[in-house]
């Protein structure tokens, strides 16, 4: 069975940090970009970041960058969200998704069911 | 960035019904349109890519219209287990994604 499985989330002071992994299963893991994708509860999907296939191209939204750090070990079938100076604005729904035809830009297929990430003092 | 507006944010609709979600691009994206369906509690779920081909397994009630800027969900006889809430995102660009229309029962 095709699965994502994302773990990692919690409660974190605002300045703090988190690292988020999704282990993936099912699928040629390093045949595929991935990516995370983050929702505020009752609101929209957020592009997070997003990392090639090898892992030598890394792409993330204005809103992280310089904070969170996407990266993948194709040996572990695991994707990773590193995320440094937390905000409360940060607070969200964390899913990882595997991209449907291997593009940096592309449609997600597969989608884990998320991890929790709280930003409060 | 490239913004993706729905349209409109709640529809009330009964099963039976036919129902269409609009999703409009503030700039020309070609065709890199993917529509989704979410469930409360539940990881998006991919229905449409490319404005009209339909995900392996997803019923051929949907379907999906569209290119340049303006784009369509359609709906031709909605089940009871289609009411939750539909979303658009373009990938041309890094993905952005609309905000949303929620199918209630009317």
């Known amino acids: 069975e095709v699965q994502l499985l994302e773990s990692g989330g919690g409660l974190v002071q605002p300045g703090g940090s988190l690292r988020l992994s999704c282990t993936a299963s099912?699928?040629?893991?390093?045949?595929?970009?991935m990516t995370w994708v983050r929702q505020v509860p009752g609101k929209g999907l957020e592009w997070v970041s997003t990392?090639?296939?090898?892992?030598?191209?890394?792409y993330s939204a204005d809103s992280v960058k310089g904070r969170f750090t996407v990266s993948r070990d194709n040996s572990k079938n695991t994707l990773y969200l590193q995320m440094n100076s937390l905000r409360a604005e940060d607070t969200a729904l964390y899913h990882c998704a595997k991209g449907r035809a291997g593009l940096i830009n592309d449609a997600f297929d597969i989608w884990g069911q998320g991890t929790m990430v709280t930003v409060s003092s | 960035d490239v913004q993706m507006t729905q349209s409109p944010s709640t529809l009330s609709a009964s099963v039976g019904d036919r129902v269409t979600i609009t999703c409009r691009a503030s700039?020309?994206?070609?065709?890199?349109l993917a529509w989704y369906q979410q469930k409360p509690g539940k990881a998006p779920k991919l229905l449409i890519y490319?404005?009209?081909n339909l995900e392996s397994g997803v019923p051929s009630r949907f379907s999906g219209s569209g290119s340049g800027r303006e784009f369509t969900l359609t709906i031709s006889s909605l089940q009871p287990d289609d009411f939750a809430t539909y979303s658009c995102?373009?990938?041309?660009?890094?993905?952005?994604f609309g905000q949303g229309t929620k199918v209630e029962i009317e």
């Open positions: 490319k404005a009209s």
């Open positions: 099912g699928f040629t893991f390093s045949s595929y970009a």
């Open positions: 995102q373009q990938h041309n660009t890094f993905p952005t």
């Open positions: 700039q020309s994206i070609s065709y890199w």
């Open positions: 990392v090639g296939a090898s892992g030598d191209s890394t």
